[in-house]
């Protein structure tokens, strides 16, 4: 098969964020620095037997997965900080928000990966460092249960 | 134009479905699906060419209704066309979708946006 000509760029998605129905996204592409490669794991077990040299394998659901977010610190309202603090800070289990990005920029083709409503799982404050360069960077955990693919359209 | 959904859509539309052209925004916005192989328009044969669809093929062709728009119009607005009744339609539509492989019907946007 002749080498791919379809690689994307890590550094030219779009990133957008909501809560509650999760019909009204917001890009905070402006204020986030790296979305970790989520990776998600289907549950499996095995058992063995007197007869028979290999296992006997069976699986299962999938399991859910965590998305860590690297984020710039601003004290802007809308902004990634302050929007994910809001809804980490916010009383109440219910789950707080829900994740979509496009690697390839999100024009209408471009594939979009989608979470469900997941919990914030952790919150990172800002550090201070005196004998540092350079912004400062904060961040967010989101633990869901699956992502979806689509195309998107418009 | 009906299409025929390759590729998972942000609309909700899964792979198989059946989906009208104008639930894309534009004519270039359904080129550029097509040219992902997201989306492909559903070739249909002219009706008379199906097995036991000359007549019918004659009275639709009469009111410039082919297979494509067949498969576009609601049974009621089909019937009164052609002077029949909705439910002769409908099971016309059926043995349609079964020579196109058409398993469901053509999905339009309720509120996928």
Same mark, same amino acid.
């Given at each position: 098969m002749p080498q791919t000509t379809g690689s994307v760029p890590l550094a030219c998605g779009l990133l957008e964020v909501s809560s509650g129905a999760c019909t009204s996204w917001t890009d905070i592409g402006g204020s986030s620095s790296v979305l970790g490669p989520p990776s998600q794991t289907r549950m499996s077990g095995e058992a063995y037997t007197f007869?028979?040299?290999?296992a006997i394998i069976q699986g299962g659901k999938k399991e859910p997965l965590e998305l860590v977010f690297s984020i710039v610190y601003t004290e802007?309202?809308?902004e990634a900080f302050e929007y994910a603090r809001a809804l980490f800070d916010a009383v109440g289990c219910e789950a707080h928000m829900c994740v979509r990005w496009s690697?390839?920029?999100?024009?209408?083709g471009d594939f979009r990966f989608s979470t469900n409503l997941g919990i914030l799982t952790s919150f990172t404050y800002p550090p201070m460092d005196a004998g540092a360069g350079g912004p400062i960077m904060a961040g967010f955990t989101l633990k869901v249960a699956e992502i979806v693919i689509t195309t998107i359209t418009s | 134009m009906i299409y025929r959904v390759l590729k998972a859509l942000d609309t909700g539309h899964k792979p198989g479905d059946v989906v009208p @052209?104008?639930?894309?925004?534009?004519d270039q916005i359904r080129q550029i699906l097509m040219n992902k192989k997201a989306i492909a328009p559903v070739s249909a044969p002219p009706?008379?060419?199906?097995? @036991?669809?000359s007549l019918r093929a004659e009275r639709f062709g009469r009111v410039n209704i082919d297979t494509i728009k067949f498969l576009e119009m609601d049974d009621q607005s089909l019937a009164e066309a052609i002077g029949s009744k909705p439910r002769v339609v409908a099971k016309w539509r059926e043995e349609l979708k079964g020579w196109l492989g058409i398993d469901g019907q053509v999905k339009p946007c309720n509120g996928c946006r």
């Open positions: 007869d028979g040299d290999i802007t309202a809308g690697p390839d920029g999100g024009d209408v | @052209g104008d639930l894309f925004y534009s009706m008379e060419e199906l097995p @036991g669809w």
